[in-house]
């Protein structure tokens, strides 16, 4: 039960009962009278018309009384809705926006400022980790380029031993895998702080579905895996050319690395509303129920023994969700396990286009 | 050949120094844009690799001005920030190329090769390694007298591999000339189109052409 039915039942009982207690009154004073002035007259006929007077003047007084206390319980708290409105618009990411205030010094006033001070707290702690990862990002860089360049060159010496030089190798690509995780950490902590500008242009989606279809071919090739591509309409969207070809390219990856041997990929591009609609599925083992929410988790792995097996950063999906949304559109996994995963990604048409 | 690196961090220019003096280039080193300038307008390089967080002036406030000069010396910029973004802001400042770090050295050299080459590079329309033969103009291959049938992406890849006949071609390189790729995609895509081709123009013939460079990357030559 919201404040406002109880206020507004607390109200009308309170009403009814004084009501009541006047009319009771009313009641003794009139009996009394009517003793005193016809003694003998039955006081029948006057009881029956104050109770009717009681039914016709309390009645509807105490609908007016409901209805009024409908209305100001509804004024009283009517702050308290808008400011449940604009709480509820608030993410990680417009913590900084404050709720506007009334400034007339109540209570709710005083609840929006201490909000305001609360959402202001949280948002310098968001800050400071988006900084905190965009720094560290950095930082890694120049030990990273040093560690690998240095490796390079001790591979150039000739008078190594086969061993050491397996040694080096081993060391060189993990410090290749390093990079790439820094890579995809720096890009991503870039976009937390909305530094990352996107070159947004008109552009032919099925040109970049049907390129990504002839790579994912080639991809899946040594595998066995067989790629198919079911529809492919003629669609423009808006977007930045680079970034939705690494979308579609980690998309098609996922689908060739988490399959089984001699399983299949389907990939199709539809119209749908006022929407493109990018599907791709494929035949894996898929993704358990429970986990299904944490895949796009930054350095999420559903199946640790994938961890060694498959290369990856663990970021390639957060990375795909981030231009998605940078794009205005969403991403969505569906996922039976053991039979089918399908991917969906759906971005805004070319305004032009559905004009 | 003359190089001046223009970078800050000193293990960095150091073992860059290395790595190029190895290719037989002559190496100059400055720690910070002002000095890489005066450098610059000093003596004449065949190509400046210009880091762009540096000390001082930045790489790209050092590389405007000297666009500015009107020298046409050929750039190579590094950079920690890695992004899209800077690399279009630094070539539409007059950088000839651009590699994000953390970089790996036989890109970097391969780079600097590939500058160097810039201008003098072969134009011819058949090009021919061996007995491999490629007509840019009708995208034709042959090797000995067998034609070999190239998809699209297959002839932009050995296009590049015999246009940089003899010398290293690096993943990133390969990314960006063949597919117009300026991140890591995170596939082997590079790797599976090379052992693709390999098998069209190498499996049955002597000598082999394309070799691998272990962790490197790619290139095509006639001896091993």
Same mark, same amino acid.
């Given at each position: 039960m919201t404040i406002r039915t109880r206020l507004t039942l607390w109200y009308a009982g309170i009403l009814i009962l004084s009501l009541l207690v006047i009319g009771i009154g009313t009641y003794r004073e009139i009996d009394e009278q009517l003793r005193h002035e016809h003694r003998r007259a039955p006081a029948e006929h006057a009881i029956g018309?104050?109770?009717?007077?009681?039914?016709?003047?309390? /009645?509807?007084?105490?609908?007016?009384?409901?209805?009024?206390?409908?209305?100001?319980?509804?004024?009283?708290l009517s702050p308290v809705a808008k400011l449940t409105d604009t709480l509820e618009k608030i993410h990680e990411k417009n913590l900084g926006e404050q709720i506007p205030?009334?400034?007339?010094? +109540?209570?709710? +006033?005083r609840l929006t400022e201490v909000f305001n001070a609360m959402t202001t707290r949280l948002d310098n702690s968001f800050q400071r980790i988006r900084e905190f990862t965009l720094h560290a990002s950095h930082e890694l860089k120049t030990p990273l380029t040093v560690l690998c360049g240095e490796t390079e060159t001790a591979l150039l010496d000739e008078s190594l031993s086969p061993a050491e030089r397996e040694r080096l190798f081993s060391?060189? +690509?993990?410090?290749?895998?390093?990079?790439?995780?820094? +890579?995809?950490?720096?890009l991503l902590a870039k976009a937390d702080a909305g530094q990352v500008a996107l070159a947004i242009e008109p552009m032919r989606l099925d040109d970049l579905v049907r390129d990504n279809f002839a790579d994912a071919q080639i991809l899946a090739e040594p595998h066995g895996i067989q790629v198919e591509l079911t529809a492919c309409e003629e669609i423009s969207v808006c977007g930045d050319r680079h970034r939705l070809r690494q979308l579609l390219l980690n998309l098609a990856d996922n689908a060739i690395k988490y399959n089984q041997p001699k399983g299949g990929v389907i990939m199709s591009l539809l119209k749908s509303g006022n929407m493109a609609q990018f599907k791709i599925v494929n035949t894996g083992a898929g993704i358990q129920p429970e986990i299904l929410p944490r895949v796009f988790d930054r350095f999420f792995r559903g199946n640790p023994a994938h961890e060694n097996t498959i290369e990856g950063c663990g970021l390639g999906l957060s990375i795909a969700q981030w231009i998605v949304s940078a794009h205005n559109g969403t991403i969505q996994i569906e996922s039976?396990?053991?039979? /089918?995963?399908?991917?969906?990604?759906?971005?805004?048409l070319d305004k032009k286009e559905t004009a | 050949m003359r190089v001046l690196v223009v970078e800050d961090e000193k293990k960095t220019a150091s073992f860059v120094r290395k790595a190029l003096q190895t290719e037989g280039f002559v190496v100059d080193i400055c720690h910070n844009g002002d000095d890489g300038l005066a450098a610059v307008n000093? $003596?004449?390089?065949?190509? @400046? @690799?210009?880091?762009?967080?540096?000390? =001082?002036?930045? %790489?790209?406030?050092v590389l405007r001005q000297l666009r500015e000069q009107k020298d046409k010396t050929p750039v190579l910029l590094l950079s920690a920030r890695g992004e899209? =973004?800077?690399?279009?802001? =630094?070539?539409?400042?007059? &950088?000839?190329?651009?590699?994000?770090?953390?970089?790996?050295? &036989?890109?970097? @050299? &391969?780079? @600097?090769?590939?500058? $160097?080459?810039?201008? &003098?590079?072969n134009k011819s329309i058949v090009l021919r390694v061996a007995d491999l033969t490629l007509d840019t103009v009708t995208h034709r291959a042959q090797r000995g007298s067998t034609e070999i049938e190239l998809t699209a992406r297959e002839y932009?890849?050995?296009?590049?591999?015999?246009?940089?006949? %003899?010398?290293?071609? %690096?993943?990133?390189?390969?990314?960006e000339k063949v597919w117009d790729y300026h991140f890591d995609p995170g596939t082997n895509l590079v790797d599976v189109y090379v052992r693709r081709l390999r098998e069209k123009i190498d499996a049955g013939y002597e000598p082999k052409l394309l070799h691998t460079v272990r962790g490197s990357g790619y290139v095509l030559k006639e001896a091993p």
């Open positions: 018309e104050t109770s009717e007077m009681i039914f016709q003047v309390g /009645l509807p007084a105490v609908i007016l009384g409901l209805l009024g206390g409908w209305w100001l319980t509804r004024r009283a205030r009334t400034n007339n010094g +109540d209570e709710l +006033d060391q060189l +690509d993990e410090v290749r895998r390093l990079s790439k995780i820094v +890579d995809g950490l720096t039976e396990p053991s039979r /089918l995963t399908t991917v969906t990604v759906r971005l805004p | 000093a $003596t004449p390089f065949d190509i @400046v @690799v210009l880091d762009i967080m540096l000390p =001082g002036s930045d %790489g790209l406030s899209v =973004g800077d690399r279009v802001e =630094g070539l539409n400042l007059g &950088a000839d190329d651009y590699l994000p770090k953390p970089f790996e050295l &036989a890109e970097l @050299v &391969a780079r @600097v090769r590939a500058l $160097t080459r810039r201008g &003098a590079e932009r890849l050995l296009e590049l591999f015999m246009r940089s006949a %003899g010398q290293l071609c %690096g993943r990133m390189m390969i990314l």
